[in-house]
């Protein structure tokens, strides 16, 4: 069994459309690279030049946010929905 990757809405472009995508990785970090080796071009709209998560982007695993969890090193298990949520901005 493998992690769902639930897409928000914005970055559905990327994705053609796929909204949740299986994903079979260790840790988010691997998540996110293997995002981008199927839809590339999504792993940069995730994480910066250095390899850190963006600030405007929110991930969750299980409900809990990886910021503080163990960031891009989070592990995560078959079964995990992995919520990606960019913030909005606005006023």
């Known amino acids: 069994m ?5 897409i ?3 970055l559905g472009k990327l994705t ?6 299986s994903v079979n990785s260790e840790t988010v970090g691997a998540c996110i690279a293997q995002l981008e080796a199927r839809f590339p071009g999504l792993g940069e709209r995730l994480c910066d030049e250095r390899g850190e998560l963006r600030r405007f982007i929110n991930v969750y695993v299980n409900g809990e ?3 503080f969890l163990a960031g891009l090193a989070t592990p995560l298990r078959p079964g995990d929905e992995v919520y990606i949520v960019p913030a909005m901005a606005g006023g």
């Open 2 to 6: 493998s992690s769902i990757v639930r």
């Open 8 to 10: 928000p809405t914005p």
């Open 16 to 21: 053609a459309g796929a909204r949740e995508i």
């Open 65 to 67: 946010d990886v910021r």
